[in-house]
């Protein structure tokens, strides 16, 4: 059962996380490139507090975004500002979402996010989450996969294991960690077993590594699909 609240709490630390690198940033390094292919640090930046925004639209019951290429756009407007105005953006958005997130609400309803996908309003704070911590990792500033709350590694390797369960393009897999976990995913045929640090399986999973690091029985390491 997802506890919303719970999410919430865990996100209000990552935030901080997130606001404490960010305000380590100059010019030079919030210009820098990011470990995302084509991203500065400061479109990183935007993107979060942008998603913020984003996403107390879909709990206040309006459109994530009003299309893709607004979206992006919207990123790279806000990309070339100074680091200041950055970390202020980051704190204003993070706190209308606290705010939002703190209200009466029916957590159990359905709200729809980009491109049609639906899912349970009470999931929201940890995509939130994700997003928080992820692009942390993404800043490349010290912040490592390693350095995740183990909840949130288990949860979120459980959440994308599921995202590619049914693809007939990714053979059925299951999933190891080397601290017990397991997880399946992928389609009906196949047999591959992927093990590795739970860091690692989801770092290939998220598109944030290549899968070096773990070992393969039944196949090669299944191609999974741009997230």
Known sequence: MIDHERDLAHLRAATERL?????????????????????????????VARNADALVNVLQG?????????????IERDSGRPPAVHLADLRETAARFDV???????????????????DSASRIPFRRWV??????????VGYELEDLPE??????????????????????????SDDGGTWTTGGPTGGV???????????????????????????????????
């Open 151 to 176: 909840e949130f590694i288990t949860r979120e390797i459980a959440f994308l294991a599921d995202r590619f369960t049914g693809l007939e393009s990714v053979p059925a897999t299951v999933l190891r």
């Open 131 to 140: 997003e928080v911590d992820l692009h942390h990792v993404d800043l490349g």
């Open 19 to 47: 606001l404490d690198a960010a305000a380590s940033l100059d010019n030079a390094a919030t210009a820098a490139p990011s470990r995302l292919p084509g991203w500065t640090r400061g479109h990183v930046l935007a993107h």
């Open 62 to 74: 309006r459109p994530m975004y009003p299309d893709a290429a607004t979206r992006d756009a919207d």
């Open 193 to 227: 077993t992927v093990t590795g640090p739970a860091p690692d399986l989801l770092g290939w999973l998220a598109g944030r590594r290549d899968g070096s690091a773990l070992t393969t029985e039944g196949g090669p390491l299944p191609t999974l699909p741009a997230l």
């Open 100 to 118: 939002v997130g703190a209200e009466p609400a029916d957590w159990s309803r359905t709200v729809e996010l980009r491109n049609g996908v639906t």
